[in-house]
């Protein structure tokens, strides 16, 4: 399995209480560390570390084993944590130093620091590495025939599903990571302990955020055809059979999107990944919060509603104009 096993800070390092003072009642010790970070690439003769972070939402699950595989290939350092997280920072090939990236099972991508040729060369090798064809967040083409998005892929010129950046900046020293609520902005720790279980925190969120960002465009894509293919439809009645057909097609298109927006089925359990480190949990909870993805969440499920609603409407008109032909 894609897996290295749980990380721990090293024994006697204890941020506020010396190694003596551990075992003393009362006594501050630091949390759980997530996950070790991978070892950093620096080298001067390479470009330095760009101040953001950046998340991408794919068109295809990724195969974290297979992506680990091509990235050692290219000496970049990697850990694998609970299966589910691949983290990895830089290498000479790679081309710039002092960087590195977060992947998910799901088809997200957290870039660190990277600048955007490199954010490119990561999301090519990402992208080469297909767990599955995610068809459903494939942008939705009424008519047949591939979308834009499948004729990019066939010319090789394949884009993200979705896109989301933060400002990124180190805090001062000795103090811990926080997100600004206003600009979402992060001051992110010093601590090389503590900076890759925050990093892991706040890339969950991000995740969150880009996956929601391509469904919301997808269903807005649906929602816009649905209503142009019901208007055309409203002068051509001739062919009820047909008609009633392409309103159930419709409505099971929308109740497969309504399921992938509150689902969480093969998604990263990231409050469950998180319940050890408190100020990792946090964080997530300020990202998503700050990109308000629980109101926009409920929002397309409202819009989702209204449409069933509506086509179920037009599905009663269906099946009454046919009992009056056959009377």
């Known amino acids: 399995p894609c897996d290295d096993g749980p990380a721990e800070r090293p024994a006697g390092i204890h941020r506020g209480a010396s190694p003596s003072s551990s075992s003393r009642p009362g006594s501050r010790v630091s949390p759980k560390v997530l996950v070790q970070g991978p070892a950093p690439f620096v080298d001067g003769r390479f470009p330095g570390p760009e101040h953001g972070v950046a998340a991408f939402m794919l ?44 992947f998910l099972p799901d088809g997200c991508v957290v870039c660190w620091h990277m600048s955007r040729a490199t954010e490119i060369q990561v999301l090519k090798l990402a992208s080469a590495c297909p767990k599955r064809r995610r068809v459903a967040m494939a942008p939705f083409s009424w008519h047949g025939g591939p979308s834009p998005h499948e004729r990019m892929e066939q010319l090789g010129l394949s884009a993200p599903l979705a896109e989301e950046r933060f400002d990124v900046s180190d805090a001062p020293a000795n103090v811990i990571t926080a997100v600004n609520p206003q600009d979402g ?22 995740a969150v955020a880009v996956r929601l960002e391509a469904l919301e465009r997808q269903i807005e894509a649906k929602l816009e055809d649905n209503w142009r293919e019901m208007n055309r439809e409203a002068h051509r009645t001739l062919n009820l059979s047909g008609l009633s057909h392409r309103i159930f097609v419709m409505e099971t298109g929308l109740h497969d999107l309504r399921y992938m927006l509150n689902s969480e089925a093969g998604l990263v359990d990231a409050p469950d990944l998180l319940m050890e480190h408190p100020l990792a949990e946090r964080l997530y909870g300020q990202v998503i919060a700050h990109l308000d993805t629980r109101k926009r969440t409920a ?12 086509l179920h409407t037009l599905s009663e008109h269906v099946r009454h104009q046919y009992s009056v032909r056959l009377e």
């Open 185 to 206: 902005s992060v001051k992110l720790t010093r601590d090389p302990l503590d900076r890759p279980s925050h990093m892991l925190g706040i890339s969950l969120g991000l």
């Open 299 to 310: 929002l397309l499920n409202e819009r989702l509603s209204y449409s069933l609603d509506y």
């Open 59 to 102: 068109g295809d699950a990724l195969d974290l084993r297979e992506l680990r595989r091509r990235l050692t290939e290219l000496n970049v350092p990697t850990v694998c944590w609970k299966g589910q997280v691949l983290f990895c920072s830089s290498s000479a090939e790679l081309g710039q130093h002092s960087c590195s990236a977060v």
